[in-house]
């Protein structure tokens, strides 16, 4: 075999794993990319009625799947806790995401199978309040067959009567 024979077979296998390498990448991409879900939970305080010597708070849990790919559901629910606010010296107070704990929640949106790309839904979700008028509510979201869930909290004042909204996107591994 020559020199220049040699040279044209690894100019040629060059060019073989060069494309091979492209459309795995290529492919990769497709998969991991293009067919990953974007949901986007929203959170509102809606209304507050005193019964009795308690609150019935009501808040709206709306989905909408702002991606390009349908989401099948696994599950979705929602916890709730009060949040106890004092004076101190700090300024604020820091709440963890893992501090609700979802399988003491309950399950919302039992219906819905999946949501497809631009749909929008939501379902009204009332608690009953004791002696807290600060309570924080979470929801978490799971895409079925994966790991994939996202996750949004909010913390609400039952005393303003206000229409407090708060939105959150939330990637949880």
Known sequence: MK??????????INSIVATL??????WWFL????????????????GVDKVNNSLAVTVRVQI????????????C???????????????STIMEAGSLDYSQGREIFR?????EPNEETFQ???FALREATFFAVGVRLKRKRTSEAWQAISVFNADDKAN?????????P
Do not use: M
């Open 77 to 91: 629910a929602v916890a709730a806790k009060a949040v106890n606010i004092r004076s101190s010296s700090e300024p």
């Open 164 to 172: 407090v909204s708060s939105q959150s996107t939330l990637i949880v």
């Open 64 to 75: 909408k799947n702002v991606g390009r790919t349908r989401i099948k559901k696994d599950y």
């Open 124 to 126: 009204d979700v009332a």
């Open 3 to 12: 020199i220049d024979d040699v040279k044209t077979w690894v100019d040629i």
């Open 21 to 26: 390498a492209i459309l795995t990448a290529g």
């Open 111 to 115: 219906s819905l199978t999946e949501i």
């Open 31 to 46: 998969l991991s990319r293009s067919l990953a879900g974007t949901l986007q939970i929203t959170l509102t305080l809606t």
